[in-house]
C-alpha cells in the first residue's frame, strides 16, 4: 500500500519562502516520475513542477526560479523548495508519484498524465 503524506505548508508573506515535504510509505519503485500539482478555489488543478528517477526535472514557466523540487532518496521524501513566494502561488499543494510514468516525466507530458498515487495535500498561503 502506497501512501504519500505531504507537510510543510502554511501562511507566508509575498516574498517568503516555504518548504513543502511529501514522505513516500510504500513506494519502492526504482524508477518513477514524481511532481507536485496545485489547485487553487475555483481554478483546475495545474502541475508545477517533475522529477524523474534520474534527476531530471521540469518546471512551470510561473515558477521557473523561484521554486525547486528534490528527492532524498534514502529518505523516500521529496520536497519542493519555495521561494519568492506571490500570492498567486497560494493553493492547495500535491505530491503524485508512478513508476509507469518513469520516461514521460518532462512538464508538458506529466502535467496531463494520470498519476497513479496522491498525496492528501497541503496548504499554502500567500498574503500580500
Known amino acids: 500500500q502506497v501512501q504519500l503524506v505531504e507537510s510543510g505548508g502554511g501562511s507566508v508573506q509575498a516574498g517568503g519562502s516555504l518548504r513543502l515535504s511529501c514522505a513516500a510509505f510504500g513506494y519502492s519503485y526504482s524508477r518513477y516520475c514524481m511532481g507536485w500539482f496545485r489547485q487553487a478555489p475555483g481554478k483546475e488543478r495545474e502541475g508545477v513542477t517533475f522529477?524523474?528517477?534520474?534527476?531530471?526535472?521540469s518546471y512551470a514557466d510561473s515558477v521557473k526560479g523561484r521554486f525547486t523540487i528534490s528527492r532524498d532518496n534514502a529518505k523516500n521524501t521529496l520536497y519542493l523548495q519555495m521561494n519568492s513566494l506571490k500570492p498567486e502561488d497560494s493553493a492547495m499543494y500535491y505530491c503524485?508519484?508512478?513508476?509507469?510514468?518513469?520516461?514521460?516525466?518532462?512538464?508538458?507530458?506529466?502535467?496531463?498524465?494520470?498519476?497513479?498515487?496522491w498525496g492528501q495535500g497541503t496548504q499554502v498561503t500567500v498574503s500580500s
Open positions: 522529477i524523474d528517477s534520474d534527476g531530471r526535472t
Open positions: 503524485a508519484a508512478d513508476f509507469r510514468l518513469d520516461g514521460y516525466c518532462n512538464y508538458e507530458v506529466a502535467q496531463r498524465a494520470d498519476f497513479r498515487y
